[in-house]
């Protein structure tokens, strides 16, 4: 099963869902996923996963569907501003249009995303081969992360937030539980995952003793972000209704942008450190308090 692709995947019968994700999880984390009475927060995701259908969940994974609902929600100000039309093949891209700084983005999966920052520079060649690959992905069928599934894929622009001296956006992720911000987390040093570091903080930005095991610890007392307050209120108000969802925002010195919603953080494959917090974090998820 280990060697199972992505075409097979998909063309897998949704009885057989159950069985991959729990061969998966004993993969990743060496015990079996309880899914009859999920308890820790990895095991209740992928109970969410398989069992958590709302079409709701589509339209607020989908990267461009998703501006207008959280424009009607919390206002269209904390949208990061986009740049032209939409696409859904790169070949009608116009890059000679384009200004020197953008991020060139699709819509339907997880780290699809292309920071340029000098457009005289830029491959075409390659970006457009990289983008039509991604619209040809379903991504739901790399985890069974299934809210993906029905998204049609499309390529949007974003204005380039970033300064020169920035690697990369400031970002920070709350992990919502019916519609209350419970923790976050916040990466330092984060070019890639071996020289990165990561903390969660409580809900008053406290460093908390948990950290992820892809990423090294941060062990310091971070100082509280401007607007702080702020970016608890809004994922409070973007998380209303919800039984879990973790909302992603960026700060760029006191200014804040929506990021995403995610639904099924990191694939409910996450291994906590201690693992104690995967039990701490599935005690706030009462998967009967909301979508």
Same mark, same amino acid.
């Given at each position: ?8 995947? @998909? ?10 994700? *729990?061969?998966?999880?004993? &993969? ?10 999920? /308890?820790?927060?990895?095991? +209740? ?70 920071? /340029? ?34 998204? +049609? ?26 519609? @209350? ?8 040093? =984060? ?14 930005? +406290? ?13 310091? &007392? ?13 994922? *409070? ?7 879990? /969802? ?9 200014? /804040? =942008?929506?990021? *995403? ?9 996450? &291994?906590? *450190? ?9 005690? &706030? ?7």
């Amino acid at each position: 099963m280990e060697k199972i692709s992505f075409y097979i995947k @998909k063309a897998m019968p949704e009885i057989l869902y159950p069985l991959y994700i *729990e061969y998966k999880y004993k &993969q990743v984390f060496g015990v079996r996923c309880n899914l009859k009475n999920p /308890v820790k927060y990895t095991e +209740k995701m992928q109970w969410a996963k398989l069992y958590r259908r709302n079409e709701l969940l589509t339209t607020l994974t989908d990267k461009v569907a998703v501006r207008e609902w959280v424009a009607n929600r919390i206002g269209k100000e904390y949208l990061i501003p986009t740049i032209g039309d939409v696409f859904t093949n790169a070949d009608d891209i116009r890059f000679d249009s384009l200004p020197q700084r953008y991020v060139i983005k699709t819509n339907n999966g997880s780290g699809f995303n292309i920071i /340029v920052n000098d457009n005289e520079t830029v491959n075409i060649r390659k970006v457009k081969k990289k983008l039509n690959g991604w619209l040809s992905c379903n991504y739901a069928y790399t985890l069974f992360e299934l809210q993906y599934k029905d998204i +049609k894929p499309k390529i949007y622009i974003e204005e380039n937030l970033l300064s020169d001296e920035m690697i990369d956006m400031p970002d920070y992720k709350f992990f919502c539980f019916g519609g @209350k911000v419970f923790c976050s987390y916040t990466r330092t040093e =984060y070019t890639n995952h071996s020289d990165g570091k990561l903390g969660f903080f409580d809900r008053d930005y +406290k460093l908390m003793p948990y950290h992820r095991s892809d990423y090294a610890p941060l062990t310091k &007392q971070l100082e509280k972000p401007k607007n702080y307050e702020l970016m608890v209120e809004l994922a *409070e108000k973007l998380s209303f209704g919800f039984s879990h /969802v973790r909302v992603d925002l960026y700060n760029i010195g006191g200014k /804040v =942008y929506f990021g *995403e919603m995610t639904f099924t953080n990191a694939g409910g494959l996450c &291994q906590f *450190e201690p693992d104690e917090f995967d039990r701490i974090l599935g005690d &706030q998820w009462n998967l009967n308090s909301g979508i």
